[in-house]
């Protein structure tokens, strides 16, 4: 597995989680690594993505509430998720990549297995 993500669980609305993925992909430094989220019925959306050089992005839904960061030294990117609502209940998956645009799902190659978020209100 190259791509292995966890921290998901159940929260209340207003809560917080922190998703962890641990990438054994190397350089690790050398990819840009999002995470996306997929709801049941739904297409896979974009949550948030950090660059190579530790640029940040972020959809719509997380702007404000969502924080993304990565550890190179230890190959793992981080998503903190606060304010949690019941519309952020998904699977969220995450992704390796060197695409150029990294707001986009086609820009990554490599893809976890995802974790269940759910949030009840």
């Known amino acids: 597995v190259q791509l292995q993500a966890s921290g998901g669980g159940l929260v209340q609305a207003g809560g917080s989680l922190r998703l962890s993925c641990v990438a054994s992909?190397?350089?690790?430094?050398?990819?840009?690594m999002g995470w996306f989220r997929q709801a049941p019925g739904k297409e896979r959306d974009f949550v948030a993505a950090?660059?190579?050089?530790?640029?940040?992005y972020y959809g719509i839904s997380a702007k404000g509430r969502f924080t993304i960061a990565r550890d190179n030294a230890k190959n793992t990117v981080y998503l903190q998720m606060n304010s949690l609502k019941p519309e952020d209940t998904a699977v969220y998956f995450c992704?390796?990549?060197?695409?150029?645009?990294?707001?986009?799902?086609?820009?990554?190659?490599?893809w976890g297995q995802g974790t269940q978020v759910t949030v009840s209100s």
């Open positions: 992704a390796a990549g060197r695409g150029d645009v990294i707001t986009t799902m086609g820009s990554y190659t490599r």
């Open positions: 992909i190397f350089p690790f430094s050398s990819y840009n």
């Open positions: 950090i660059s190579s050089s530790d640029g940040t």
